[in-house]
């Protein structure tokens, strides 16, 4: 049997604790390629890179294990991977991750550890990105390891329906402490943001987004959100269609659907 | 009554023609005020600008039209309506757009125009955006504007349920050519990309994106792709919940689920 092949990337950068923890978990499982980004891009969520050119750089291979930097997006590390780094080969598994602070709820969308998870997941290739609650510089990572390596066992024992993206996060605590995995939903929340607004050394007035998360659910023991507040690994799988067939019947009073059969001209 | 206030924004930059073009769409039913970026940001899917301070500029008001340039990305515009410049109003109704290229398929997930109007349809408000299936300069947006506020005339007739996007691509072609507006699905398709490779005036070797969509699906007749090759004005409407439920299904195999009841301790 062939070795395994494990793509890495995540969206702190390259240099990050979060990225040499993911390559910990995936390196029990076979070859790893890690394409991370050269600078920190949290916060990207599925962002491409258009205009501009790009730079991809070796920043180290040891045995069973090579590094590069890539200087654009999360999905742009993804794209470079799988398009010509890696192409003709193939990708087992993607890992995204570990992220430094949680992407549950909403924050799948913002995160550019999911963007680059669900890119992976376009490839046919299971993608799994790995966040922990924890954005400290000391953020202890034996958890998330531990447990990333448990879900990637898991998927890769058998047979999976593709496409596959998980969304996988894990409350702060030591190994011990948590509470095991639960498979959830995504929790219904949203973002009071606020700006920070001050004048910059030139007396120009800037503003600096910040905010507060505010879970509309917090009862809801289904979701993400519930789970790590309550000492769980929350596992949401994750889709990309986004229609909202509830709205596509709602909107039929004013349009015809295109599901209605063989088209005719209608303004 | 009071005068409604349309909220504008796109990810072409304030200065770009489709902005102009959505403001004249938004003008038609009240006072405007637009907040766009800076710069270009097409591709920015829903990122956010969490490292940098950004500056707001007022870049021109007239009878009923304020316009504004933001210096991060279309989220963070939004945000920055909403959550500074015009809190405490009531917002009737947002626009994004109108977008230079379409945005059908899964580039609604890149769109930095899709994701500015995902963000606004988060504040109860809304959300439409608008997009062209042309890149050229010389784009004719007529069509684009006639439908917009037909879409928008639709939607400010009556009650509606929210949340609510859309996401709406019009096809190239002078408004009579146009067979009507169809509700769809969001197809099913990938990017195949390339990557041009070069080497810089300093013999460094660089990338560039590039690349081509292939649907999935080319025979599916309910999808925004269909319709826009086929001459129909495209209503994707948008959600946000990427659950994938069916693998939560799957996955039940592996873990508990957090919706199987009260937790118990489980590794």
Not at 29 to 35: D, I, K, L, N, T
């Amino acid at each position: 049997m062939n070795e395994r092949l494990i793509l890495v990337t995540n969206d702190d950068g390259y240099a990050s604790k979060g990225l040499a923890a993911a390559i910990e978990v995936a390196r029990s499982f076979g070859r790893v390629v890690a394409v991370a980004p050269e600078t920190p891009q949290s916060g990207m969520s599925q962002a491409i890179t258009m205009y501009n050119p790009l730079y991809l750089r070796k920043v180290r291979a040891e045995e069973g294990v090579e590094v590069y930097s890539f200087s654009g997006t999360p999905v742009d590390c993804v794209k470079m991977a799988f398009d010509y780094l890696l192409r003709g080969e193939r990708i087992d598994l993607m890992i995204s991750g570990i992220n430094h602070g949680s992407n549950s709820a909403v924050n799948v969308l913002y995160s550019g550890t999911m963007g680059a998870a669900i890119e992976g997941s376009f490839y046919n290739c299971p993608a799994v990105g790995l966040s922990l609650d924890d954005h400290g510089a000391d953020a202890d990572f034996d958890a998330a390891v531990l447990y990333g390596k448990r879900i990637l066992g898991d998927l890769l024992s058998g047979p999976i329906t593709l496409p596959l993206c998980l969304n996988v996060n894990v409350p702060v605590g030591r190994p011990e402490e948590l509470r095991g995995i639960r498979l959830c939903r995504q929790n219904r929340g949203f973002w009071r943001e606020e700006f920070f607004r001050h004048e910059d050394p030139r007396g120009r007035e800037y503003f600096w987004l910040t905010g507060a998360f505010v879970n509309r659910e917090p009862e809801a023991c289904d979701t993400d959100e519930w789970a790590l507040r309550n000492g769980y690994v929350a596992v949401v799988p994750v889709q990309t269609d986004l229609t909202d067939y509830a709205q596509l019947r709602n909107l039929g009073r004013f349009y015809p659907s295109a599901a209605d059969g063989e088209p005719e001209t209608r303004k």
